[in-house]
């Protein structure tokens, strides 16, 4: 087990397992990002964080408040805010 358990590294993977599509809210920037049904998310801190995510999930979305430090990644590409 990691000394830090909040340092650099994996954080959390969030898997839709809903057979439609949901909108990802990856907040504090409010990007919504469409997640298709079986897709996986992974949040990755790239430093230290203060905190850990807090997943919210609703009828037709996920959001997720984090540190602004923690990425996110699909299939190993990060997704960027357009």
């Known amino acids: 087990m990691p000394e830090n358990p909040r340092g650099p590294g994996t954080l959390l993977r969030i898997q839709n397992s809903r057979d439609v599509l949901i909108d990802f809210i990856f907040e504090p920037i409010g990007t919504v990002f469409p997640m298709p049904p079986g ?44």
């Open 39 to 82: 897709a996986v998310f992974e949040l990755v801190a790239v430093d230290p964080v203060s905190d850990y995510p807090d997943v919210r999930a609703g009828h037709n979305e996920m959001v997720v408040y984090c540190d602004p430090r923690v990425h996110l990644f699909r299939d190993g590409k990060r997704l960027e805010p357009s």
